[in-house]
């Protein structure tokens, strides 16, 4: 049983297919990385995977619990940064960090490292509404991971990173990994997942349609062809 589960799990919003029968193991030691077009449901089945979204059919397991039931002291082994960053915007950096270790009972040491880690040193005691986008990013990656956390759910996190954070995210999750974290992954940059993934998983029109082999050449061409096949076969059956 993976560190995540969600089984046949189906939502809507209104007439608007969100996913439909997605089935997804994350185990212990691999990262998963989901990829598609603008709009496939990758911030969708994040979002369920953490309980933002309830499921109109299907199971979501943390840890092996179903969500409804998990005790809540298992969210402090979770790190996830989806759509914004968890940051109060009026508090510095460095008080945005120390408030994300008190959530998870981590000591507070742990807020000098994940300044240095992420290069946040300058800005520490700058407010974060205050900040540039990209340091706004590296503080919400900041946050969610300086706790080692066991399950990694990050949405295209890369977006606004500048290449020496990208590397440290990079390293940071390669690490987590082969430390025995479950990490699920969302990106539209292959070439980067193709790095570091274990499986990619190729996400369309709120399906699951397939697998991408991170080793295989001219990854991109492959990708389209999946979706374009995919989009051709529900034309055919609509
Ligand atoms: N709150 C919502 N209300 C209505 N529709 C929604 C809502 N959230 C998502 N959707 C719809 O669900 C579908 C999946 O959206 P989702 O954000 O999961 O896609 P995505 O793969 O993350 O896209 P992107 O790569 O653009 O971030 C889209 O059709 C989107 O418009």
């Known amino acids: 049983m993976g560190v995540l589960r969600l089984d046949d799990v189906s939502c809507r919003f209104g007439d608007v297919r969100g996913l439909a029968g997605v089935t997804l193991d994350v185990p212990a030691g691999q990262i998963v990385a989901l990829v598609g077009m ?3 449901g990758k911030t969708t089945l994040m979002r ?12 979501v397991r943390l840890f092996g619990h179903p969500l409804a039931t998990m005790p809540v002291t298992q969210w402090r082994h979770v790190g996830a940064f989806v759509e914004v960053p968890l940051a109060y915007p009026e508090l510095t950096v460095r008080e945005n960090l120390r ?18 880690a992420w290069r946040l040193g300058p800005v520490a005691d700058r407010r974060y509404r205050r900040l540039s986008l ?5 503080v919400g990656l900041a946050a969610a991971l300086q706790h080692d956390p066991r399950l990694v759910i990050l949405d295209e996190p890369t977006n606004a990173l500048d290449p020496a ?7 940071y999750l390669v690490r987590r990994a082969r430390d025995g974290a479950a990490v699920l ?11 570091i993934a274990d499986r990619i998983v190729v996400v369309n029109a709120g399906r699951l349609i397939g697998e991408l082999d991170p080793a295989a050449p001219a990854l991109e061409r492959l990708f389209f062809a999946q979706v374009l096949a995919d989009d051709a076969q529900r034309e055919e059956q609509a």
Not at 165 to 171: A, C, F, G, P, T
Not at 185 to 195: C, F, I, M, Q, T
């Open 185 to 195: 992954v969302s990106s539209h940059h292959l070439d980067e997942v193709a790095r």
């Open 38 to 40: 603008n709009g496939a």
């Open 48 to 59: 369920l995977a953490l309980g933002m979204l309830r499921p109109e059919a299907g199971t």
């Open 165 to 171: 954070s990208v590397i440290v995210l990079r390293e």
């Open 99 to 116: 408030i994300a270790g008190l959530l998870r009972g981590t000591e507070q040491a742990r807020v000098a490292e994940a300044l240095d």
């Open 134 to 138: 990209g340091n706004k990013q590296r």
